[in-house]
């Protein structure tokens, strides 16, 4: 079945070649294509996991997938190809050499932590004394 959310064959394309099997190992027995898709749909319409439609695979094996290749790095690869191919279409460097970070959304560490303020609270009640 068709979803907005399906890849067309120009993304395939862009895609496949991160995410085809290698030599070792059994072949698969499902379409890979189904499982990107499968991730595609959940990703685009905020559901949960056990709500992907029975046209993809298992909801498991579809979430199964995504977490090996976020753990091994390939959503990292195709992101990182995806904007070097746009950089590059827009005459630009590939690799960025600046970057901005919004201290909102960048979470700061604690100074000291509870160690260090049961320690500032102690010396207040000695130099109180």
Not at 9 to 37: A, C, H, S, T, Y
Not at 78 to 87: A, K, Q, T, V
Request: net charge positive.
């Amino acid at each position: 079945m068709s979803y907005p959310s399906n890849t067309t064959n120009k993304e395939w394309e862009i895609i496949e070649p991160f995410v085809k099997q290698g030599n070792m190992g059994r072949p698969r027995d499902l379409d890979i294509r189904d499982v990107v898709d499968g991730i595609f749909y959940i990703i685009r319409g905020g559901c949960q996991w056990r709500m992907l439609p029975k046209d993809f695979p298992k909801w498991k094996t579809v979430h199964d997938y995504f977490l090996r290749w976020r753990d091994n790095g390939t959503w990292d690869k195709i992101h990182d190809s995806l904007r070097e191919s746009c950089r590059k279409k827009a005459g630009r460097v590939i690799t960025p050499s600046a970057a901005i970070i919004d201290s909102q959304s960048v979470k700061t560490v604690q100074k000291g932590g509870i160690k260090v303020m049961m320690l500032a609270k102690r010396r207040k009640v000695v130099n109180a004394i």
